[in-house]
């Protein structure tokens, strides 16, 4: 495995990432979103920046012509991204402590204090169709969340997996329950959900990435446990494509593993330069796109060759 970085653009506060086409939005907390052309990975340009006041951007949701931010002090933002370079906001949902998001179809789950339900089929007036709080984890909160059928994964800031039934979105059930205490001296904390199938992949700060079989979803079952490349735990994110695991570690490495066989997962490779916080990642062919929050502080863009 060969993982050479081959393009950077300087972003301040880079964070999260979306991307498709010739194109990757940045989002940068404070700074907003970064609309970067990479048709020319070498060459990365800017072509505009999303800004508003309370917005926090942290997290995005790419779905066709449409992005979707999650704000930390702002809620959602819809903007319509047809031309690139001229992104429109179509509607926003006012809430605080937004970190992360996902969208299927015409409804959007935003991970932040509770697990909200919103109706987004009319861009500009989302409406909240339902709601579930975590009770027992109050002041923790979601952190993740992914979402396949009717199933709903949301990750807590305190290490859990919750798995809740949206079957009825006006009413959600939570199913169960998995945790991870994670190695010493690193707290538990469920960054980053993929759901591949029967098998549900969690980026988590305190263990590393995790693989569950999820096929019986009252009862969660690991499969085995990725503790990290030279830099250990410390798992922000994870892309996963034909058994293999794209990783982004927030102490400094992009880390590439066989996770085909979840009971013996394989180190394949690692780029660890130093000063390197990788918080989030994509994947776009051979082309893996990190936000580097360390220094220098931007989007970092690697290709990857398998061999």
């Known amino acids: 495995m060969k993982l050479e970085k081959i393009g950077h653009i300087d972003l301040p506060y880079a964070y999260g990432v979306a991307a498709g086409g010739n194109y990757a939005y940045i989002a ?17 340009a800017q072509v505009a920046q999303i800004a508003e006041p309370e917005m926090d951007a942290r997290r995005l949701f790419l779905d066709g012509t449409r992005l979707y931010v999650a704000g930390f002090a702002g809620g959602l933002y819809i903007y319509d991204i047809s031309i690139p370079n001229s992104p429109k906001l179509l509607g926003r949902y006012h809430e605080s402590l937004v970190n992360n998001l996902f969208v299927s179809g015409r409804t959007a789950y935003l991970a932040g204090r509770s697990l909200l339900i919103l109706d987004v089929s009319d861009p500009s007036k989302p409406s909240l169709k339902g709601a579930y709080t975590n009770a027992a984890q109050k ?5 993740s969340v992914w979402v396949s059928g009717v199933a709903v994964y949301a990750g807590t800031n305190s290490g859990e997996l919750h798995i809740i039934d949206a079957s009825r979105p006006h009413s959600p059930v939570l199913r169960s329950k998995y945790f991870n205490p994670g190695t010493p001296g690193h707290q538990p904390w469920v960054w980053g959900i993929k759901v591949c199938g029967e098998r549900a992949y969690l980026a988590d700060w305190g263990a590393g990435l995790i693989v569950l079989d999820v096929s019986d979803p009252k009862n969660p079952r690991e499969l085995g446990v990725f503790t990290g490349g030279s830099d250990g735990p ?3 994110g994870a892309v996963v494509e034909n058994g293999i695991a794209y990783i982004a570690n ?8 066989d996770v085909s066989d979840p009971g013996n997962i394989t180190l394949l490779g690692e780029f660890n330069p130093p000063s390197t916080s990788y918080t989030d990642i994509a994947k776009l062919g051979k082309l893996i796109l990190c936000p580097n929050n360390g220094s220098p502080q931007g989007l ?4 990857a060759d398998i061999g």
């Open 28 to 44: 940068c907390k404070s700074k907003g979103v970064f609309a970067v052309d990479i048709s020319d990975p070498a060459r990365p």
């Open 234 to 236: 410390g798992e922000y």
């Open 300 to 303: 970092d863009i690697i290709r």
């Open 139 to 143: 002041d923790d909160g979601y952190q």
């Open 250 to 257: 927030g102490w400094g490495a992009l880390t590439v593993a």
